[in-house]
């Protein structure tokens, strides 16, 4: 499935949550974060953070897939200094 806003991730959280016959309750206590995250989740907050939102998918056994668009490998560069710039030049 394509993930591409915090909506369409909470909706497959929510869709697998359910197929597994787990309350948000359950998963909550299960990923160890609160209910209310777990509803913020669902919801589509996109100020949730990372982490948890991670937690939570590897607690219902997801996993979140990168790809790197067309024409670029995602194979470390050779030269460390032509890589990515890191987040001090964000």
């Known amino acids: 499935m394509r993930i591409d806003t915090p909506q369409s991730l909470g909706r497959a959280v929510r869709t697998i949550r359910k197929q ?11 990923a160890g974060t609160s209910v ?3 509803v913020e989740v669902e919801k ?13 998918l590897a607690t219902l056994g997801m996993t979140l897939d990168l ?8 194979e470390p560069t ?7 710039s890191d ?3 964000a």
Do not use: N
């Open 44 to 56: 589509g907050k996109p100020t949730c953070q990372i982490g948890k939102v991670l937690t939570v």
């Open 78 to 84: 050779a030269d460390p200094s032509k890589g990515l």
């Open 67 to 74: 790809r790197p668009p067309p024409g670029i490998t995602d």
């Open 87 to 89: 987040a001090a030049d």
């Open 20 to 30: 597994l016959g787990l309350t948000q309750p359950e998963l909550a206590m299960t």
């Open 36 to 38: 209310r995250f777990i």
